[in-house]
């Protein structure tokens, strides 16, 4: 049983590694972020009020450093970076997602559930994403001692 | 010379009385153990110099500081931050203005352009290089960044993190270590000119130098020349007293010439440019070329130029006495005067010597001070550190701590506070300095802490209100009331009906409660989301009571909050204490979807090679159900939009789309705001400290403070995602009735889809237009 489980992570890790160096395709692993593609609520710059910042550039260029840092086995660099993405976009699902996978690669599975949770109260709507955070979840549990 | 004479004299003496000669050669037979011992002596207290000054030299050298260090800025377009943020964050990391910021660690101004050229720094996770940046603002935002060395745009950097406190030793030593290669090779010559011109050759002490050192103190009638050698000074830096006698000169004379004897001569230089003296900031003592270089010129030593070098040696001499700073002139004679020996010995071209003479001196302000400038936030750190470092490790490993302190959020968050208060005892006649605040600012998702207010004295280190004031939170328990329903009462929903009317609670000893609204009106029946919008307490308290007090204790418990409380029905209006900072981890884990992350100040600890000894990660928990904790949010925000915090959108964007909760206890002691936008949460309690009537409600006091609060930092819009398994429906107000789009007067709230078919839902027939507040919230 313990076999079927260890395949199981296999191919969610590999899953995974597909997704994240092959930045063309279109399951929805794009290092952008959905957010640039979502319309934004309009702002109106109040005179005397501080404006909210707007999405941008910044958390897709962090995810380029991500995969490459997952592909280098360097997973706690890795986290440090996407815990950089989170301070300035905290409802991107998607960087929930690849924090979760990092803690399931680093063996460390409750976080890695605990955030898959986070990733998917956030991913209304993305399907993609959810099937592979209620994958993530599952893996995570079995490997749970 | 008298041992000489002695003997002679004796012999005479012999001649008359040679009774006496026995007795003598008794008295040396006597003295000769005492006169080996004192050999003896003298080699056991020069082996135990060279076992001191040895442990010295090779041993920990120097107890450096932990360094504690804020979060770094982090630049990008679009990114919301005005230009004067940028430089006062600039100025708090000692940058200096400098046309076209030629030196790392410069800046320059150009209408909305700001060009930066940043230190290199070691991160957590990966190297900054130095670069040169154009900063492009547009209003309240970064635009674009381009990189001067390539010309390409930037879509991320960040700046080295601000140095907000320093842990010290004891003696308050503070430095910078360099490398002799780190020091450039003018400076060194014009060091050993005018120090000591026989450094290479002699032996740790110079009897050449002392001679002429002693020839022109004669020729003068005063000391004005010293003869220590470069080792000497270092030994007598190494252990350092005031005392100028013989014997501390000839320890200081038997020890220099030991660690020449043991060591090489770059060996001592490098030392002796770590440890000596430079220089006085507060309580802080400047020592060493690398960190009074800095202190000084704002710039490593490798990048001063001639005349900075030549000051630089200049104030070795007496740092006090030429400090460039409050003695300009002096130091500029004295500088003057460096470069003139260094043009005597052709190190310097007589050319080079003149423009450096008609240089200015070159000394950048005053630095920031690095003691302790956030004494409130300090104090969290410092408590989080004590779990795993022992103070003597703080005070001289020269750890490093990256802690999550927002120095921008931070001086709004004080300044706000401070001027708040001011404002609201002069408008409301209250004695001056009585009222008190503490707030904290957090990362909604992180639990990092971003801002930490610990009373109205930005610089009191005293009772930090914000960790360690114990007061009644009144009704920011409510929240965790319907919390619990949402998620444990089956088929509970934000129209549920309560009973707003007076209500008596059983006591111990026979006594009964009842409790009166804020405003001592009973509403009757009322649906459960107006009930704590409107923060009604006799609805609330029946919905307490009917899910019984252990319960939402145990909600509590799971939001964070591990503080002993009070187990009684009173409990359920927040008659239990607690501090802002336990009000702080309970509402992050709410702003957080119903997962909390242990709040944290700290990062990551390096050791002082850069080595990362700790980090503190970011970890969740799923406290509470997402969808229970979605449809409180909604809640939340309807408590801003039209209840007890409505006067907050007076002055602040609609578009934020805030959630929180207004708190008062009985006679208004204490005054309570907890609200969350999209990326922060602030906390604000409002009172006295001796607990007596502050006279101010949660909406009145501490809502107010986080309302200036928000208006001054650029805080994101809370877009509440519904989890899956929600549906919206429309709630027409004057009659109660559910419908499945908008409907006349009616105000959109979430629902678990499987309740859905045990409501009774209609199909709007009329017309509504859409409002704006119906877009906004049409997800």
Known sequence: ?145 | MAAKRRPRKSTKKSARRSTRKGGLRRLIRRLLPVFLLAVIALIAYAFHLDVKIRSQFEGKRWTLPAKVYARPLELYPGRALLQGELLAELRDLDYFRQTSAVNTGSYDVDDAVVIVHTRPFKFIDGQESSQRLKIHFSGQYVQAIENMGDGLPRSLVRLDPVQIASIYPTHNEDRLLLRLDDVPQQMLQALIAVEDRDFYNHAGVSIRSIGRAMMANLRAGRTVQGGSTLTQQLVKNYFLTNERSLSRKINEAIMAYLLDFHYSKDAILQAYLNEIYLGQDGRRAIHGVGLASQFYFGRSPKELNLSQQALMVAMLNGPSYYDPRRHPERARARRDLVLQVMREEGYITPGQAQRAIDAPLGVVNKPNSKVNRYPAFLDLVKRQLRENYSEADLRTEGLKIFTTLDPLVQHHAQSTVSAELKEMERYYGIESGVLQSAMIVTDTVSGEIQAVVGGRDPSSAGFNRALDAQRQIGSLIKPIVYLTALEQQAGFNLTSRLMDEPLSVELAEGKTWTPQNYDRISRGEVPAYLALVNSYNQASLQLGMQLGVDRVIATLRRLGVSRPVNIYPSFLLGATELTPIDVTQMYQTLANGGFTAPLRSINAVYDAQDQPLQRYELELEQAAEPGAVYQLNRALQLVAREGTAKALYERLPPELNLAGKTGTTDDLRDSWFSGFTGDKLAVVWLGRDDNKPAGFSGSTGAMRIWGRLFERIGAQSLRLVAPQGMVDLWLERETGILYDAPCGNSLQLPFKTEIVDTLTVKSCQKKTPKNWLEKMFGQ
């Not at chain 1, 995974?16 to 319309?39: F, I, K, V, W």
Request: charged fraction near 20%; include cysteine.
């Open chain 1, 1 to 145: 049983m313990k076999f079927v489980y260890y395949l199981l992570a296999l191919l969610l890790m590999w899953i995974s590694a597909g997704c994240t160096t092959t930045p063309e395709t279109d399951d929805g692993m794009l290092p952008m972020p959905r957010e640039l593609e979502q319309p934004q609520v309009p702002v109106q710059e109040t005179p005397g009020v501080r404006a909210p910042s707007r999405s941008n550039s910044a958390v897709a260029s962090i995810l380029l450093d991500v995969q490459s840092a997952i592909q280098a086995g360097r997973y706690s660099v890795a986290a440090s970076q996407l815990e950089r993405a989170l301070r300035i976009e905290p409802a991107n699902a998607r960087v929930w997602h690849y924090l979760a996978r990092v803690r399931f690669n680093q063996r460390r599975y409750a976080q890695a559930a605990n955030l898959a949770a986070k990733s998917n109260a956030l991913a209304r709507g993305d399907e993609a994403l959810r099937a592979q955070n209620d994958a993530l979840i599952d893996a995570s549990r079995r490997a749970m001692p």
